[in-house]
């Protein structure tokens, strides 16, 4: 192990000591790919919350279903998205930072919570890259996302 990894953060490790499983990685469901590296910069495609191919929490936020759901979904998403950066890098301790974080809320016209529905992938990246997770951000609310999913969300990385 060289010099300069010694005190490199596990982020694998920590992933698996929160009980967090980065999923297979979902096909597109699109004319694109997953993932794109230019230099040290990793560029995600939007991922909803596909669950072993399976969409969870489809419905509006602020509708059919609440805002713990969106929070839920969101969760997914991110968890997704490291799917992707994954398939990219190999190991997710190549990650140097999280730079940014979109999110798109499948919204009722009258739920103004996007930011506390996005917050559930900030704190998911926090959890598992810690200071290096904090990332800039937009959570934004939308009538419709594809297949009536609650969450879709893309996703800037910094690696090594």
Avoid: W
């Avoid at 704190?123 to 598992?128: C, K, N, R, S, T």
């Amino acid at each position: 192990m060289a010099s300069s990894d010694i005190n490199k953060p596990d982020y694998e490790k920590r992933l698996r000591d929160l009980g967090l499983i980065v999923p297979q990685l979902p096909p597109p469901m699109g004319l694109y790919v997953p993932a794109v590296r230019t230099g040290s910069l990793v560029f995600c495609s939007g991922q909803g919350p596909s669950v072993e191919g399976v969409l969870k929490y489809v419905g509006k936020v602020g509708d059919t279903l609440t805002l713990e759901d969106g929070y839920q979904a969101a969760r997914i998403c991110a968890l997704n998205c490291l799917a992707e950066v994954r398939s990219v890098i190999g190991s997710l301790n190549a990650v140097r930072r999280i730079v940014h974080l979109r999110g798109f809320v499948n919204s009722a016209p009258s739920f103004f919570d996007q930011p506390k529905v996005v917050n559930g992938a900030s704190q998911l990246m926090i959890d598992v890259f810690g200071e290096a997770g904090r990332h800039a951000r937009a959570a934004l609310g939308t009538s419709n996302l594809p297949s009536n999913i609650a969450v879709e969300l893309e996703m800037v990385v910094e690696v090594d």
